[in-house]
């Protein structure tokens, strides 16, 4: 009885030891439950956060949908021009001038630069158009103007686009072509692409690429040199990254393109800009507020995608496709040009003996918009020597 009533004993007092130190423990078990429903809130409320954030870097490098053409939406937007249709069923508005397509003599198909549409028609003088019986019809490129968009638009798909153009009108078996600014990788296209169809391709101002293979470190590094930072990052985003530039060319908190609304004409020489103020204030604004009127993404900043990507091939690697025909090809270069620096266009040139390269001092890129240049352009590239000494 002794034995167990020590062992009861011994029960009693461990059972008291037990209490009190569950009793010590118990604080430390509620303490380490308050910081685990902490940490819960804490992490709640910084993935909350960067939910938010994420949603708001979304919306802000996502562009909005074009406005749509012929649509019965508020935003909608009228087709008044002619229209043809392209192999995949997209429509391209264009324009007319000159003699008529069944008595011309020269069919001659303007391309027109970035922001810019079917109005920005080569403007070759009517007198000439006449005299050598011209026939000029210009289109708005996919996305600009009354011509539906590409989102999937490739130089190749340019070409092709020029190629439906010239069947669906009817031109002739060879056409002449004539480009203004970025449209110039239309014009490397088709001299790579559709040569058999070519009669003649004039480059106003050609735009160049600072990724083209075959150009020489210090050739580029020349020209990239010549450009502000606005222009110089916005063209990496738009080859490294073309993804983001809509945010890019919208933003405000970095330099930007020169080409950016909100950015000005800061960079050009001072002919370009007397030139750009002369033409703002001859322009119908219904015309000029035309060209980009779907939104900047599938027309100028598409365009930008296009010209500054990988391409499939090098200018400076092509060979003459046209050897023993009369079909010639011409690039017109200002001396002061700033979006296509004169150091890499001339050796562009250098590189391809069989391009006319004609260089005039002192002017910018703008050069349809100096006297006498769009005449002689066009004389340039329909007329040999002796035809056109005759012409003068």
Do not use: C
Not at 148 to 171: Q, Y
Not at 296 to 325: C, I, K
Not at 339 to 367: D, N
């Amino acid at each position: 009885m002794a034995v167990v009533g020590a062992e009861k004993g011994k029960k009693a007092r461990i059972s008291a030891a037990s209490a009190r130190a569950h009793t010590r423990n118990s604080p430390s078990k509620s303490r380490s439950s308050s910081f685990s429903t902490a940490g819960i809130l804490v992490w709640s409320v910084l993935l909350l956060l960067g939910a938010v954030a994420a949603s708001l870097v979304f919306k802000s490098i996502t562009p909005p949908p074009p406005k749509l053409l012929n649509s019965s939406s508020p935003d909608g937007l009228t087709v008044t021009a002619p229209r043809v249709r392209m192999r995949d069923g997209r429509f391209l508005a264009y324009k007319e001038r000159g003699v008529t397509r069944e008595l011309a003599q020269y069919h001659v198909i303007s391309v027109h630069g970035y922001g810019r549409s079917r109005h920005d028609i080569f403007s070759a003088s009517e007198e000439l158009l006449n005299d050598l019986g011209i026939y000029l019809v210009a289109f708005d490129r996919a996305g600009y103007g009354q011509s539906d968009p590409h989102p999937e638009r490739t130089i190749k798909s340019a070409v092709n686009d020029i190629e439906d153009f010239a069947n669906e009108l009817g031109l002739k078996p060879k056409f002449y072509v004539i480009v203004t600014s970025i449209g110039s990788y239309t014009a490397w296209g088709l001299i790579k692409y559709l040569p058999e169809r070519i009669a003649g391709i004039a480059m106003s101002a050609p735009v160049t690429n600072y990724w083209w293979s075959g150009v020489p470190p210090h050739e580029v590094n020349a020209a990239w040199n010549t450009q502000v930072v606005g222009d110089k990052i916005s063209l990496r985003v738009a080859h490294y990254a073309p993804w983001l530039l809509y945010w890019y060319m919208t933003q405000s908190w970095f330099p930007t393109s020169s080409v950016a609304p909100q950015t000005g004409i800061g960079a050009l020489n001072q002919m370009d800009r007397d030139i750009l103020k002369k033409i703002m204030l001859n322009a119908k604004p219904e015309e000029a507020k035309e060209g980009m009127q779907q939104g900047p993404l599938e027309s100028g900043f598409r365009d930008l995608m296009v010209m500054f990507s990988s391409w499939e091939f090098s200018p400076v690697a092509l060979e003459n496709p046209f050897v023993n025909t009369s079909t010639s090809v011409h690039i017109w270069q200002g001396s002061e040009d700033y979006y296509a620096p004169v150091t890499l266009q001339s050796y562009i040139a250098r590189s391809l003996p069989w391009i006319h390269y004609h260089e005039l001092l002192g002017k910018g890129h703008f050069l349809p918009g100096v006297p006498g240049y769009n005449d002689d352009v066009v004389q340039h590239l329909l007329l040999d020597d002796t035809k056109m000494a005759s012409a003068k």
